[in-house]
């Protein structure tokens, strides 16, 4: 019989979280964590970045965009469940796996994420800009710079985990129902969608490694199973329960996808011209302002905010929980520091800047979708030949033969995008 213990470790602190003692109820507890991770995975996945993301691409490619947002979808779906299962077996944090797999690629997954991780937090000081220009008309650097210092704030708080746990759910569940309107107000072309989902007369893989990125990327790849390691949600006893988590997460997720896309759709099947590359351009706040109106952009407006401060918030914790792959025994301290200090740079790096925001939130998401595959890959080669990183657990077949296709197509995707995508930024 196989062995499926697994020794025991105590699972770090969340970064800015003050560690509590042992919950009195295990079971709220448990679905508390299980709940904090799938919106963390999810606003991760569907936050400025995407949003914008989403805009820009419907925008140039019309109902064609639809292959693109399935890929995503699939790719997710392989992706984080290989992910969220290996950490829960393992007990150990992504760059800790990676080097325990291939000796030495956990030092080079740390360093891409948390260089992606700041090109994407500097696109998502970008967002939150964007979300008071559409919500109050305030400068997008003004606002830039004024939501990143509410950011830090939050973050210093004793209770910021609770309170960005809460921001992350509510800010999630007003997106899903404002998008849903604006989609049914907006009238997309639904039979036409459906069918260039899988018959698409464009493919273009520069679009779906972006938009991949920008879903499941870079940091967002383990943002919620780092959340669940810090949390304790780690081990064989709660793998069924991780593994339902991950599968709401994707569900929600690619819904959320799939309505903003036809929601923007309806407008540019409608003859709306949508500004995509000027230094002020909001995609997605026009797409929504030619549905719903002046108000719908407000509305709009306050959900890119809080979307967007979310993710600068998320973006900074899980690219700093790399840093343990170069110094284990971080403290709290430093860790609260390091955090502050990535969302300082991140800020500076966006007031210094003169890329339009919304290019920017486009070049991050491709820029996360180079780095994907090379996360990837000390995963898939941990499933296949060390099982003893996970007390001997015997891999679902099926789900590595799909992680090894999933590798196998990002890479390829990557190789056929990477000019492409650093064209961005220079449009």
Known sequence: ME??????????????????????????????SLTAAIFLMATS?????????????????????????LASILIDFVVQLNIWRIVTLTRKRASDIANAAIP????????????????????????????????IGLDPKWGGALSALIAIAIFLSKRAGIAVD???????????????????????PVGEALRQTVLPDTIDFATITTIVGG?????ITYSGAHRLLDKGMVGIDNLG?????????????????YVLFLAVLGVVAGGVAIDVSGQGANPAAQAFQAAAGEIGMRIFGAILWA?????????????????????????????????VVFIGVSLIAYLLIT???????????????????IGLTPFVYAAWARSDLMGGYRYPRWLLVLGGAVCALTWYMGYKSVGPIFAMLNP
Do not use: C, W
């Open 307 to 339: 979307a967007a401060i979310t993710s600068v918030i998320g973006a900074a914790y899980t690219s700093v929980s790399f840093l343990t792959a170069f110094k284990q025994d971080m403290s709290e301290r430093a860790r609260n520091l390091a955090t």
């Open 355 to 373: 890329t339009p925001p919304a290019t920017m939130l486009v070049f991050v998401g491709g820029l996360n979708g180079l780095i994907l595959p």
């Open 241 to 257: 329960a991780v593994n339902r988590a991950a599968l709401t997460g994707i569900a929600v997720t690619g819904v959320m996808r």
């Open 45 to 69: 996945a569907i936050g400025p970045g995407f949003i914008t993301q989403t805009a820009t691409f419907t925008a140039k490619l019309g109902s064609a965009f639809a292959f693109a947002i």
């Open 104 to 135: 030495g690629s956990g030092y080079a997954l740390a360093v891409l994420v948390i260089v992606g991780g700041l090109f994407f937090n500097i696109g998502n000081i970008g967002g939150t800009g964007l979300g008071l220009d559409a919500m």
């Open 166 to 188: 809460r921001l992350i759910v509510a800010a999630g569940l007003i997106m899903i129902a404002l998008t849903v309107f604006v989609a049914y107000v907006s009238g997309p």
């Open 215 to 219: 879903t499941v990327g870079g940091y």
């Open 3 to 32: 062995q499926h213990s697994l020794p025991a470790r105590s699972a770090a602190p969340a970064v800015g979280v003050t560690a509590s003692a042992s919950p009195s109820n295990p079971s709220k507890h448990r679905r508390a």
